[in-house]
């Protein structure tokens, strides 16, 4: 593992660390006018999501771990499991929901994702900041209510419930925001 300096620091890059996996979500560079200088840090930890602060002393050597990426294709899910594909190779690989994250609540067949190991170990799960999904289920919207910006709730096809507005019915597809949640517009 290439070990760097914490004057080598960037935004992104994946930091291993006493206790886990940390990745480098924000980072400063601090020279005081007394006393000697050192990074301010946000980490994240990679296992858990929590993002925390962490300051070193200038210069301090820490071990850079090297993610392998993949571009696998979600095929099916098989029980609780995803099953994805590696595009390269053509090899299967089941995924526990747990690795996914929030990802599986936007994963359907053939969709692709970019997924990181460390040491066979599945780290993160990059998917499209926004994806089109197809409405299962809704409530009509009621003639009259037509408040501003009135929303209800709808169950896309992988099962997750997002807000809507009244005008969207069950069939329709829509586009969905990966990192909030929110709906962004039909399509």
Same mark, same amino acid.
Request: aromatic share 8%.
């Given at each position: 593992?290439?070990?760097?300096?914490?004057?080598?620091?960037?935004?992104?890059?994946?930091?291993?660390?006493?206790?886990?996996?940390?990745?480098?979500?924000?980072?400063?560079?601090?020279?005081?006018?007394?006393?000697?200088?050192?990074?301010?840090?946000?980490?994240?930890?990679?296992?858990?999501?929590?993002?925390?602060?962490?300051?070193?002393?200038?210069?301090?050597?820490?071990?850079?771990?090297?993610?392998? %990426?993949?571009?696998?294709?979600? $095929?099916?899910?098989?029980?609780?499991?995803? !099953?994805?594909? =590696?595009?390269? *190779?053509?090899?299967?690989?089941?995924?526990?929901?747990?690795?996914?994250?929030?990802?599986?609540?936007?994963?359907?067949?053939?969709?692709?994702?970019?997924?990181?190991?460390?040491?066979?170990?599945?780290?993160?799960?990059?998917?499209?900041?926004?994806?089109?999904?197809?409405?299962?289920?809704?409530?009509?919207?009621?003639?009259?209510?037509?408040?501003?910006?009135?929303?209800?709730?709808?169950?896309?096809?992988?099962? %997750?419930?997002?807000?809507?507005? $009244?005008?969207?019915?069950?069939?329709?597809? !829509?586009?969905? =925001?990966?990192? *909030?949640?929110?709906?962004?517009?039909?399509?």
């Amino acid at each position: 593992m290439p070990a760097i300096t914490t004057n080598d620091l960037k935004n992104g890059i994946t930091l291993e660390l006493d206790n886990g996996l940390f990745q480098v979500v924000e980072f400063q560079h601090v020279k005081p006018g007394k006393g000697g200088a050192f990074v301010r840090t946000k980490l994240r930890n990679l296992k858990t999501g929590n993002v925390f602060d962490r300051t070193f002393n200038a210069g301090v050597r820490v071990e850079q771990a090297v993610l392998e %990426k993949k571009d696998m294709q979600f $095929l099916y899910r098989d029980g609780d499991e995803y !099953v994805f594909m =590696d595009l390269d *190779s053509y090899e299967q690989q089941n995924v526990a929901p747990v690795a996914l994250g929030d990802a599986a609540d936007y994963m359907v067949e053939n969709s692709v994702a970019i997924i990181a190991f460390y040491n066979d170990e599945i780290v993160t799960v990059e998917i499209p900041a926004s994806v089109e999904l197809t409405i299962t289920d809704t409530e009509p919207g009621v003639q009259g209510d037509r408040v501003s910006g009135a929303r209800k709730p709808a169950t896309l096809e992988t099962g %997750k419930v997002v807000q809507v507005p $009244l005008f969207i019915n069950p069939g329709d597809r !829509v586009k969905v =925001d990966t990192r *909030s949640g929110d709906y962004i517009t039909r399509v």
